[in-house]
T-cell receptor
């Protein structure tokens, strides 16, 4: 069965620190990959997505993610976090042939001012 | 002109009651979804409808019944509510490879 694993449950950083959130998936075929963000009390918003092409994708608010097919990974990065980045981050995967969107368990990011 | 709207935003009710959550989207997509987010923030799909036809039906108690009167609406009706139904329920729409989520309905069963 397909699954998505996010390595960190809760990450605490100071402003200006660099961020990397891990995401690994298990699926043998081609996948589409996503990172969603959920700010406190708000709905999920798409941060970035990967369908094909350049494995380094850039999203909104300075976030980027790198797809490494050999490692089944899609880690999220940001060079310098801000207090406003405090949120829950979800990695998600869907097979290229369709099916359902599978979410990781989420990583809570707390950025201290 | 919110893309995906849900009502109500908060719902507090007692065990055994029947309640409904409404969802409407104005993005013109054929597919709509219901997700459940539990207390640990874990998100899981419950149902998917495509043009009013049920496509995905995960292992959800039959107390949960989605209804799609048209492709812009997907309502969720829950019978005989239980404590374990307390969660945030998100409606979404879009193609399978990109989905847009509603603001969520926080259901609390007491």
């Amino acid at each position: 069965a397909q699954s998505v694993s996010q390595h960190n449950h809760h990450v605490i950083l100071s402003e200006a620190a660099s961020l990397e959130l891990g995401c690994n998936y298990s699926y043998g075929g081609t996948v589409n990959l996503f990172w969603y963000v959920q700010y406190p009390g708000q709905h999920l918003q798409l941060l970035l997505k990967y369908f094909s092409g350049d494995p380094l994708v850039k999203g909104i608010k300075g976030f980027e993610a790198e797809f490494i097919k050999s490692k089944f990974s899609f880690n999220l990065r940001k060079p310098s976090v801000q207090w406003s980045d405090t949120a829950e981050y979800f990695c998600a995967v869907i097979p290229n042939v369709g099916g359902k969107l599978i979410f990781g368990q989420g990583t809570e990011l707390s950025v201290k001012p | 002109d919110t893309a995906v709207s849900q009502t109500p935003k908060y719902l507090v009710t007692q065990m055994g009651n029947d309640k409904s959550i409404k969802c409407e989207q104005n993005l013109g997509h054929d597919t709509m979804y219901w997700y459940k987010q539990d207390s640990k923030k874990f998100l899981k799909i419950m149902f998917s409808y495509n043009n009013k036809e049920l496509i995905i039906n995960e292992t959800v108690p039959n107390r949960f019944s989605p209804k799609s009167p048209d492709k812009a609406h997907l309502n969720l009706h829950i019978n005989s509510l239980e404590l374990g139904d307390s969660a945030v329920y998100f409606c979404a729409t879009g193609q399978f490879y990109e989905q847009y989520f509603g603001p969520g309905t926080r259901l609390t069963v007491t």
